[in-house]
């Protein structure tokens, strides 16, 4: 069976879908406990969890949950670069927060 998730993504089964959202819930839970904004997102596209800085929250990225092309799911970046195999939370948490991470010190000098 499959079940199309928006942007043109198949994913193969249900059970894709289902391993797809726990491991975003998964990144969620961790970047949470290292004080990031997050909230995970399903429905009218592909399952994503939308990640905001709380010391400048126009920095946020959503990371997708989706299997590549030999089926194996990963998380991805929002420009469709893949981050790491969906069973590497903290890996994948560690990356993100690099991005998103911006010190109290260069927020308040403004860059």
């Known amino acids: 069976m499959k079940r199309k998730v928006g942007s043109g993504m198949t994913f193969g089964t ?12 998964a990144l969620s839970a961790d970047l949470s406990s290292r004080g990031f904004m997050t909230a995970v997102m399903e429905g009218g596209g592909p399952p994503c969890v939308r990640v905001v800085s709380r010391v400048t929250t126009q920095l946020s990225e959503n990371v997708y949950a989706a299997p590549a092309g030999d089926g194996a799911l990963w998380f991805w970046w929002s420009w469709a670069e893949r981050i790491a195999p969906i069973g590497h939370v903290g890996v994948t948490a560690d ?5 998103l991470r911006l010190s109290p010190s260069t927020a308040a000098s403004g860059g």
């Open 95 to 99: 990356k993100v927060a690099r991005v």
């Open 14 to 25: 249900t059970v894709t879908v289902d391993g797809a959202v726990r491991g975003l819930e």
